[in-house]
């Protein structure tokens, strides 16, 4: 048991006794069931087009101590199946989300070691994933320097054998691509205006041809009287895993404003993709490998890898989403998806491929019960059936769920 030794050994820190050193130690305990219902289509070939009911449970203990120079935090994860591809109960994976210590120097300076959840901008790049019951964390070492108006990270990450006994698809660090990962982030307020920038290089190993890939670009955002207006753009560059060279961008550019209770959110994505003549040994397909997917093009995850999930011929996603606060408590949203492939999938065929509508609600009862229902449809064209996720035009593919997240803290103390 030298887990529960450890944290027993934890929970009995002394702090110094001078009031000049802070001292803060929480424990939190997190259960979060999911029961999800899919039918009429499939995400990967693996899978089947049969109505699909399972449900995974993330059960985590969360353990930080925050101190005057140095933080500490620990978050111990076992996520559990029920009636997945039909075993009534199974681990998905034993293992930590996170686990790091923060030494600081001074009020701007730190530096994150170890195990980490790693999120920059909106997470469309970089993100810690947290609908996935494992989220994504990196292993490796991130500098952060941060005042009021301005902040800059730079990140070095790696992977490394993790093993397979417990590290199946639910592993929070086991699908990573790189050998090595390095991101820098500049970031800055003046007056309205914020400003991101980020540079990203991927180094893959030696069985892909010491490829090395890179990205850059950022964010703009302005607020004006209510109306926040934002512009995303990056330039994908270098040699992919294939070993080809890479030339392709993404372009995200959105509206939002709030009027009492009612938010909406209009705006699109295009990620390039290749056209019927690219050149061989180029790519023009931007691969998003790091961040979410579902919170930008819909809850099914029609579109969730990249380019496979498109067949490398890139995609436009105009959005319109909607939020109601009924009260502080419960909030209801419908998003609105169109799809449309940069360039068409085969000979003949149409750009459109569908429309997809989520509707969800969220209630809180109170600061640590948190209750989400979600419902998804899509709308096919026959251009979807080249990418072989679905069997027909005539049956709706389906997507539904119910979660629960209790999130208590069982431990607290400072000094």
């Known amino acids: 048991m030298p887990f529960l030794a450890f944290v027993s050994a934890l929970l009995m820190i002394q702090s110094p006794a001078q009031d000049s050193v802070k001292n803060d130690l929480s424990v939190n305990v997190e259960i979060r069931p999911r029961l999800e219902f899919k039918e009429n289509y499939r995400l990967s070939s693996e899978e089947n087009y049969d109505p699909t009911t399972f449900i995974s449970q993330r059960n985590r203990l969360n353990i930080s101590n925050v101190r005057k120079n140095l933080n500490l935090r620990i978050s111990f994860q076992e996520i559990h199946l029920f009636l997945k591809n039909g075993i009534g109960s199974q681990v998905g994976s034993v293992n930590f989300n996170e686990l790091y210590i923060e030494p600081k120097v001074g009020k701007h300076f730190s530096a994150i070691i170890g195990r980490q959840n790693f999120q920059l901008d909106n997470g469309r790049m970089f993100s810690a994933a947290p609908w996935s019951q494992q989220n994504r964390s990196h292993e490796g070492i991130r500098f952060q320097y941060v005042t009021r108006a301005f902040r800059t990270d730079f990140a070095t990450f790696f992977t490394r054998d993790y093993g397979h006994r417990f590290e199946s698809s639910y592993s929070p660090v086991a699908s990573h691509k790189y050998q090595y990962l390095l991101v820098h982030q500049l970031k800055g307020t003046y007056q309205q205006l914020t400003y991101t920038l980020i540079n990203s290089a991927e180094l893959f190993d030696k069985t892909y041809f010491n490829a090395k890939r890179y990205a850059s670009g950022g964010r703009l955002e302005y607020t004006l009287k209510g109306v926040y207006t934002t512009l995303s753009a990056f330039y994908q560059y270098g040699r992919n895993q294939q070993n080809q060279r890479v030339r392709?961008?993404?372009?995200?550019?959105?509206?939002?404003?709030?009027?009492?209770?009612?938010?909406?959110?209009?705006?699109?994505?295009?990620?390039?993709?290749?056209?019927?003549?690219?050149?061989?040994?180029?790519?023009?397909?931007?691969?998003?490998?790091?961040?979410?997917?579902?919170?930008?093009?819909?809850?099914?995850?029609?579109?969730?890898?990249?380019?496979?999930?498109?067949?490398?011929?890139?995609?436009?996603?105009?959005?319109?989403?909607?939020?109601?606060?009924?009260?502080?408590?419960?909030?209801?949203?419908?998003?609105?998806?169109?799809?449309?492939?940069?360039?068409?999938?085969?000979?003949?065929?149409?750009?459109?491929?569908?429309?997809?509508?989520?509707?969800?609600?969220?209630?809180?009862?109170?600061?640590?019960?948190?209750?989400?229902?979600?419902?998804?449809?899509?709308?096919?064209?026959?251009?979807?059936?080249?990418?072989?996720?679905?069997?027909?035009?005539?049956?709706?593919?389906?997507?539904?769920?119910?979660?629960?997240?209790?999130?208590?803290?069982?431990?607290?103390?400072?000094?």
Request: net charge positive.
């Open 248 to 415: 392709a961008y993404y372009i995200q550019p959105e509206v939002s404003a709030t009027l009492k209770k009612f938010t909406f959110r209009v705006g699109a994505e295009l990620l390039s993709g290749n056209p019927a003549d690219v050149k061989n040994g180029y790519s023009n397909s931007y691969e998003i490998a790091y961040g979410v997917a579902w919170k930008f093009m819909g809850n099914m995850n029609f579109y969730a890898k990249f380019p496979a999930d498109v067949a490398n011929k890139g995609l436009f996603n105009p959005y319109l989403f909607l939020f109601y606060r009924l009260n502080k408590k419960f909030q209801l949203r419908l998003d609105s998806h169109l799809f449309y492939s940069q360039y068409p999938l085969a000979n003949q065929a149409k750009k459109y491929l569908g429309y997809e509508a989520d509707f969800s609600f969220n209630y809180k009862p109170t600061a640590y019960v948190d209750l989400n229902y979600g419902l998804s449809i899509y709308d096919p064209t026959s251009s979807m059936l080249l990418l072989k996720k679905i069997q027909n035009t005539t049956s709706t593919p389906i997507w539904s769920y119910l979660m629960i997240s209790i999130n208590p803290t069982v431990f607290s103390r400072k000094s």
